[in-house]
Every structure is written in structure tokens, then in C-alpha cells.
């Protein structure tokens, strides 16, 4: 179901491409994307299915390649908001491609002092989107962070970031949703994967609830150079 302010900005807005900035002509090929910048982006294609460390299935609709991280970081340090609307319906296309059914979606969260300091969090936009997609109730609020941790590009191995993130996730007691979701299937979703430390801690708390966990991230290079490797043994 499409909010008020979805439909006014339907309305009203002129169409531009979120990725290059430039006035689109509708209809456009994906929301908020234009044809020439759809076709430069790093889709995963048949490796939309991650193998990581993680002990839950885990799709990611995008190589984390240009234009990627400019639009990931625009989102998250810039306020363009807009970008979680374009990701979005990517990353439900991955969900109809697999065949993946979920009883509801719960975005990976910031601490509070981040969120605060940032304005919102960037994988319950993601996860607000897909929701009107894909018909789904967003859960927010009910996995918190509630370990403040510096940004993952400050730690220096995979190890450390794991140790950083220990038991950094937690379910508010005060909404006892688990009650609820016992035995069901969430989409646990955010905007990237790099080390996998954070989706493997935040899913931790759902799992020991009683979730079945599925992870979705708009992008990640885990297998990229498998890809490489596979195409270095087709052409010799």
C-alpha cells in the first residue's frame, strides 16, 4: 500500500534518475533509475545467493562496485533519502527471482547515538520501501543496537570487528513481537555487506527467539573474484 507521500511525490514530482541526477522520461525501466545509468549497474546476477560465514541464507541484488558506493554513501552521509526508494526495488526483484516468501521484514538498526547524529537509519529506509513492494509489515524498534561501535572501516581485521560486535544486538523487551513471530520468516535486511560481522550479530538475538533468518543487503563483493577465477577457466 503506497503512502501519501509516495503518491504526492508521484503526482506531482518530475521523474529523475536517483543514480545520475538527470530529469528521466517516464516510464522508467526500475523507480527512480534511468536506462543508461540500469545498465551500467554491478547486478550479481546468478550470484545473488552470497557464500559467507553466516549460518542463515544471505542474497545481495548488487556488487558493491560504481555506481554502488556513491549511491550507498550519498544515502547514508548526504540525506539522499531518495536513493532507498531506487535500491529498493532492486533488492525485491532478488526476493521474486528466488521464490523467497517472508512473514515480515526487520531492518539491521544503528545505535541510537548514530541515528541521532545521522537523522535516520538508512536500512529501515531500504526496508520501508521494499515493504510497500512486497506487502510486508516492517518490524522497527525491536532489534536494537546496543553496542557503539566505530565505523567498520577504523577496525583492523575481520577478527576484531567480529569481538567488537559480540552481543552488540538485543530485542526490546517492550515489544513482544517475538511472541508472534515464533517459528516464522524474517527478511533481515541492510544496506551493505562487507566482513558479514554485523548481519551475523544482529541476526543472533532473532535466531536465539525462535526466527527463521534470511539476510538481504543491497550490495556486497563476497564471491566477486569467484566469478573472475570461473571466467579465467572458460577462456583458457
Known sequence: MKTVRRFLEEL???????VCDSAAIPPLPS?????????????RMGKEKVTWEGSFPLYASLFYR????????????SDRTDRANALAPLLARTVER???????????PLHVKRERERGYNQAALIAGSLSEILALPVIDGWLVRDVYTEPQS??????ERFLHLKD???????????HFLIGRHV?????????????SAAAAPLIAAGMKVTGLVAASDKDRYDGYREA?????
Open 12 to 18: 506531482y514530482y518530475i521523474p529523475y534518475c536517483s
Open 31 to 43: 523507480p527512480h533509475i534511468c536506462r543508461d545509468c540500469l545498465s551500467t549497474l554491478p547486478f
Open 66 to 77: 560504481d555506481p554502488v558506493p556513491r549511491m550507498v554513501v550519498s544515502l547514508k552521509f
Open 98 to 108: 528466488h521464490r523467497l516468501s517472508f512473514d515480515a521484514i526487520v531492518p539491521v
Open 154 to 159: 577504523l577496525s583492523q581485521t575481520m577478527k
Open 168 to 178: 552488540a544486538f538485543t530485542l526490546e523487551e517492550d515489544l513482544p513481537v517475538d
Open 187 to 199: 527478511l533481515l535486511v541492510d544496506d551493505v555487506l562487507t566482513t558479514g560481522a554485523t548481519l
Open 232 to 236: 579465467l577457466e572458460a577462456y583458457f
